[in-house]
């Protein structure tokens, strides 16, 4: 059973970083891609970063390019997000997940329909 599980959220003053990482179970990171998306109170979820697994191309949002660091370790089937200068807008709870790409081209990598498995979330909290 394919399954994503994401850790390293908590509370972080405004300014500080983190790590997320997403390890994925019951399928190889080979020929997907990782998407991590967000949910702040009262909104809806977001797009955050993505990066295919075979080629390393990565995406980011507008709001987080330059802040957010995406990558992967396939040897340890995990992806992670380093999250830094972080902003009370960060606060949210973030959540991984995997689509099929057979080795192509990501499309709409912020598409949310287009992942086949999610994790259940990790919150991430900022405190000004």
């Known amino acids: 059973e394919a399954q994503l599980v994401e850790s390293g959220g908590g509370l972080v003053q405004a300014g500080g970083s983190l790590r997320l990482s997403c390890a994925a179970s019951?399928?190889?990171?080979?020929?997907?891609?990782i998407g991590w998306f967000r949910q702040a109170p009262g909104k809806e979820r977001e797009g955050v970063s993505c990066?295919?697994?075979?080629?390393?191309?990565?995406y980011y949002a507008p709001s987080v390019k330059g802040r957010f660091t995406i990558s992967t370790d396939n040897a340890k089937n995990t992806v992670y997000l380093q999250i830094s200068s972080l902003k009370s807008e960060d606060t949210a709870v973030y959540y991984c997940?995997?689509?099929?790409?057979?080795?192509?081209?990501?499309?709409?990598?912020?598409?949310?329909?287009?992942?086949?498995?999610w994790g259940r979330g990790t919150q991430v909290t900022v405190s000004s």
């Open positions: 997940a995997a689509r099929f790409v057979g080795g192509l081209t990501v499309v709409a990598w912020a598409s949310e329909i287009e992942y086949d498995y």
């Open positions: 019951g399928f190889t990171l080979d020929d997907y891609a």
């Open positions: 990066i295919s697994s075979n080629h390393g191309t990565t």
